[in-house]
């Protein structure tokens, strides 16, 4: 009985190997399965190299046929990161404070190039009565994520007026969120202030009367800090290094075409948050948001050594990191 149950397993284990065959994209007398590559990213405009590859195609492109393309969207950088070390997604796009608090963890993550700098502003909501910094103590902030890079740069900034979150014994509280639902927290008085990316910083302005407090050329690293990077691991460089380098490629595509092209990458960019987040963002919301934001590859290797000694002191990382081993920019052409 025993050896009749073995023989019927293995048939059931032929049969579905069998059947995983058919549905696979192998071809007849092929031994090579389709590769998938998952690409990652967030609905918003700095994230927009990834959205307009995405379009054109370029990540396709490059990567050639037998290359299959996924690509998944993120509320935050927390929950692109877990995905990135679980191996949900090969490369992607986020910022650079989860990168950094996730490394010094002894996360494998590589910061492959930049993608955007810039697009970060502190708004306040019109009910909070705040007209200027001096009235935030006591008042509620909220960010995507605890040690986000806009929380960074907002607890940065206030660190001259002395002023700092209850989270290292100052007055003003911190909660976290989606920025797509920031509007109704503004008008729900949840919160009064928000460190936000745009295009939710002038979407706030326009359809709640929020109010910029500090804009982006004034936030902390505000103009210099790479505020979206492009990163995967060093274990997946290590395995796959030349598609990795076509990932970087697309991306440098992506931002040569948001160069040229900037209405049609407005266009790209509006239609992919709206399909993500259900929200449709007005051309003169895009269009002042697309103003403070700055498409680049580069990676500015010493600012990002600055935003980690800031958030050592802000104790979101313990210790000053070496980020030697975090940036590998050896594929941006």
Known sequence: MKKKLSIMGSAIVLAAGLLAGCGSSESA???????????????????????????????????????????????????????LKTGDIDAGLVGPGPVMNNFTNGADV????????????IVASKKSGINSVEDFNGKTFITPGVG?????????????????????????????????????????????????????????????GAKVIVDSSKISYGQTLPNTILVSSGKKIKEDKDVIAKIVKAQEEAIAFIEKNPEEAKEITVKAIKDITKQELDKDVIDQAWKNIHFTSDVNEEVIQQFANSSVELKFLKEKPDFAALIDTQFIK
């Open 148 to 208: 986000c890079t806009h929380d960074v740069q907002m607890e940065t900034f206030l660190q001259d007026y002395g002023i700092s979150s209850a989270r290292i014994g100052g007055t003003l509280k911190h909660v976290t969120g989606n920025p797509a639902q920031y509007a109704n927290m503004f008008e729900s008085g949840k919160v009064d202030l928000a460190a936000v990316p745009e295009p939710w910083a002038s979407q706030l302005v326009k359809q709640v």
């Open 110 to 121: 590589k910061i492959l190039a930049g993608a955007s700098s810039g697009g970060t502003a």
């Open 29 to 83: 007398g092929s031994s090579q399965k389709e590769k998938t590559v998952v690409i990652g990213y967030f609905p918003n405009i700095d994230h927009a190299p990834a959205m307009v590859a995405k379009e054109k195609g370029y990540y396709e492109k490059e990567l050639g046929k037998g290359v299959k393309v996924e690509y998944k969207t993120f509320p935050d950088g927390g929950a692109f990161m877990t995905a």
